[in-house]
């Protein structure tokens, strides 16, 4: 991509491809920043505003309906996300002055309009900017769940679920803290490094990293322009990964020496941990169904010196009878909603529909059915979601418990620090979320094979 092109006009070819060529937010990103060489500042600046206008865009969108003559299916997907860059500007950046929203839209309609959207780009913008405190929203009293639905911008059978699960009051909190931007969390790699060591390293290529909350390994990292770009990611020190996702690992508690099975392992964070808490001795097999997610795996364990991860293209539901009682650990991180990540990949909000969760938990069970026949006796099976969604979680492993008495519920409590040592933590299991524990919202299950 030519240096020349603005950083609001890259964000706007990117969530051209998003809107019009369903591209995932995350991918897109990654393809047109990879070979560019913008400031840390303007990088950080295109990740703003396709994240933002992603996640405010049912707001942004009743916003511009306030303030427009022309019917937002009218206006063309060009004009209508320079509208909405413009507005996340003004409505969400205090960064950024009004007036410098407002001309570098009108600049880009011009570019990317005619004469007639030029004017029409100008005279919305300085409209809403001149009245962008008497936005009328829904009443947060008499219509609550419209007013969660287009002030925090959520789809209605989403916060709906929330509000019937957990109330209103938390509902709310889940919504703000999912449209919060979440930490850059990494795992230190200490096949390799220590986690002083690695502070010190990425202290010399000008990255701020401080110590986790919760696992001993983990960091957050400030000030990052490009990870892939940085000599200790290049040479394996470290893996992005979330804390929530860490604990995972250390519930499974793997030993060396051990026989694992990851059912679901791509793109590889859960399946290289395990491998660095076994000391990169034992056996890993690592499935996925997707053999270019596989290739994310093996490239990982290579990355990062990893050596006992045989990491191959297999459909976890399909029972594979050769394992049968073999496995001393499996883990079944099972693909679900991902409404505890929404922080991290806001496009999910929009791109599920209720009707969605029931398909996958008829999967998810399924997969787990399967899955704990690998576990011999005495052995142990983890199943973890990223979503928060109880239907997913508890209801699913309570559904297994009934058909497999076999398998009873083993306390998680040594693997968790204290803040975490929720009630149902000594029960076996544990639901993290965003708004409390500040992670991505998790769920974390451990079971034990009798016999």
């Known amino acids: 991509m030519a240096k020349e092109i603005s950083p609001r006009e890259?964000?706007?070819?990117?969530?051209y491809e998003i809107e019009n060529n369903d591209a995932y937010a995350?991918?897109?990103?990654?393809?047109?920043l990879k070979h560019t060489d913008y400031k840390v500042v303007d990088r950080g600046l295109i990740t703003e505003l396709v994240y933002g206008v992603i996640k405010f865009k049912l707001t942004i969108d009743y916003i511009i309906g306030q303030f427009s003559a022309i019917k937002l299916n009218k206006i063309s997907p060009w004009i209508l996300n320079i509208l909405r860059i413009g507005i996340y500007q003004?409505?969400?950046?205090?960064?950024?002055?009004?007036?410098a929203a407002c001309n570098e839209s009108v600049k880009l309609s011009k570019k990317y309009g005619h004469y007639a959207s030029t004017k029409f780009v100008n005279a919305v913008l300085r409209n809403v900017s001149r009245n962008k405190n008497n936005i009328r929203f829904p009443d947060k009293n008499q219509n609550p769940i419209e007013y969660l639905k287009i002030f925090y911008s959520y789809p209605q059978w989403m916060v709906q679920s929330w509000v019937d699960r957990y109330g209103f009051e938390f509902a709310e909190s889940l919504c703000i803290a999912n449209n919060e931007i979440a930490d850059l969390c990494v795992r230190?790699?200490?096949?390799?490094?220590?986690?002083?060591?690695?502070?010190?390293?990425?202290?010399?290529?000008?990255?701020?990293?401080?110590?986790g909350k919760y696992c001993s390994e983990a960091l957050i990292l400030k000030e990052v322009g490009s990870i892939?770009?940085?000599?200790?990611?290049?040479?394996?020190?470290?893996?992005?990964?979330?804390?929530?996702?860490?604990?995972?690992?250390?519930?499974?508690?793997?030993?060396?020496?051990e026989f694992v099975i990851d059912v679901c392992c791509a793109p590889g964070g859960k399946t290289t941990h395990i491998a660095q808490l076994m000391q990169n001795r034992g056996k890993i097999l690592g499935w996925d169904i997707h053999p270019h997610k596989i290739e994310l795996v093996q490239k990982a364990a290579k990355r990062l010196g990893i050596g006992i991860i045989n990491a191959v293209s297999h459909d976890a539901a399909i029972e594979v009878y050769d394992l049968h009682g073999q496995a001393?650990?499996?883990?079944?991180?099972?693909p679900c909603s991902g409404l505890g990540i929404i922080r991290?990949?806001?496009?999910?909000?929009?791109?599920?529909?209720?009707?969605?969760?029931?398909?996958?938990?008829?999967?998810?069970?399924?997969?787990?059915?399967?899955?704990?026949?690998?576990?011999k006796p005495g052995g142990y099976l983890v199943y973890s979601t990223c979503t928060i969604q109880e239907e997913e979680n508890i209801g699913v492993i309570e559904d297994f418990i009934k058909k497999n008495p076999h398998f009873i519920l083993e306390s998680i409590e040594p693997y968790f620090p204290e803040q975490l040592k929720k009630d149902t933590v000594k029960q076996g299991y544990i639901q993290l979320f965003p708004n409390v524990d500040k992670t991505d919202g998790f769920f974390i299950c451990k079971l034990k094979r009798q016999y």
Request: charged residues 30%; glycine residues 2%; hydrophobic residues 40%.
């Open 10 to 15: 890259t964000a706007l070819k990117i969530l």
């Open 26 to 32: 995350n991918i897109a990103l990654k393809k047109y």
């Open 90 to 99: 003004i409505v969400y950046l205090d960064k950024v002055p009004d007036s």
């Open 188 to 211: 230190v790699n200490t096949l390799k490094t220590t986690p002083e060591e690695l502070i010190e390293i990425l202290e010399s290529e000008n990255v701020k990293a401080i110590r």
């Open 228 to 257: 892939d770009s940085l000599k200790a990611f290049k040479e394996g020190l470290f893996q992005v990964q979330d804390e929530s996702s860490m604990l995972v690992s250390k519930a499974l508690d793997p030993q060396p020496g």
């Open 328 to 334: 001393d650990r499996v883990l079944v991180d099972a």
């Open 344 to 375: 991290r990949k806001p496009d999910i909000k929009w791109n599920k529909v209720q009707n969605d969760v029931g398909d996958i938990v008829n999967l998810q069970k399924k997969i787990l059915q399967v899955s704990s026949k690998y576990v």
